[in-house]
T-cell receptor
Framework: GAGVSQTPSNKVTEKGKYVELRCDPISGHTALYWYRQSLGQGPEFLIYFQGTGAADDSGLPNDRFFAVRPEGSVSTLKIQRTERGDSAVYLC?????????????FGEGSRLTVL | GQQVMQIPQYQHVQEGEDFTTYCNSSTTLSNIQWYKQRPGGHPVFLIQLVKSGEVKKQKRLTFQFGEAKKNSSLHITATQTTDVGTYFCAGRRGGYQKVTFGTGTKLQVIP
């Protein structure tokens, strides 16, 4: 497709379980971002990839969160030992290149609910 | 860390009235972007400002970047019901690709 694709759109899990969220960016976009958005809040930065490498992971809240982008395209956000406070919409965005300008194109998000 | 605050948090206006949201960064920015998020949707890019004091217009929307590159504003003239949503500013610091989003202003337009 032409846009950023995220799967699953909804995920309900139990406290303590492991979760993977997938993001397929726009073809040719080298920059990929993960954000977390709680109800009524702005998107909270988690991690940014340039190509395959995590150029800035300063927003990951703790070591339960990890993200990879092994081939410089699809990215997976992994959350171990989920907690109720992890419930949020996880947004992925891609951007065209390496300059520090350029708009972010967002996917529809993955809504995570931890019971 | 960098913080980006927006005021007001909420704004209800009668259709046809004007609306302004203000964005303030704790650090100097290399550029600032504005996004609109409709209820239940994802943020959609509106515009980017790069130069100190820059002003850009899109139909009824006017965007401004402050002289010190630490603040910005979005003004909507004669609001319409289609303007409903949450408006976010988002800034980059010099040399960094990380984009920090503001707290957002939720606009409700009463027909």
């Amino acid at each position: 497709g032409a846009g950023v694709s995220q799967t699953p759109s909804n995920k309900v899990t139990e406290k303590g379980k492991y979760v993977e969220l997938r993001c397929d960016p726009i073809s040719g976009h080298t920059a990929l971002y993960w954000y977390r958005q709680s109800l009524g809040q702005g998107p909270e930065f988690l991690i940014y990839f340039q190509g395959t490498g995590a150029a800035d992971d300063s927003g990951l809240p703790n070591d339960r969160f990890f993200a990879v982008r092994p081939e410089g395209s699809v990215s997976t956000l992994k959350i171990q030992r989920t907690e109720r406070g992890d419930s949020a919409v996880y947004l992925c965005a891609s951007s065209i290149g390496q300059s520090n300008t350029g708009e972010l194109f967002f996917g529809e998000g993955s809504r995570l609910t931890v019971l | 860390g960098q913080q980006v605050m927006q005021i007001p948090q909420y704004q209800h206006v009668q259709e046809g009235e004007d609306f302004t949201t203000y964005c303030n960064s704790s650090t100097t920015l290399s550029n600032i972007q504005w996004y609109k998020q409709r209820p239940g949707g994802h943020p959609v890019f509106l515009i980017q400002l790069v130069k100190s004091g820059e002003v850009k217009k899109q139909k009824r929307l006017t965007f401004q970047f402050g002289e010190a590159k630490k603040n910005s504003s979005l003004h909507i003239t004669a609001t319409q019901t289609t303007d409903v949503g949450t408006y976010f500013c988002a800034g980059r610091r010099g040399g960094y690709q990380k984009v920090t989003f503001g707290t957002g202003t939720k606009l409700q337009v009463i027909p």
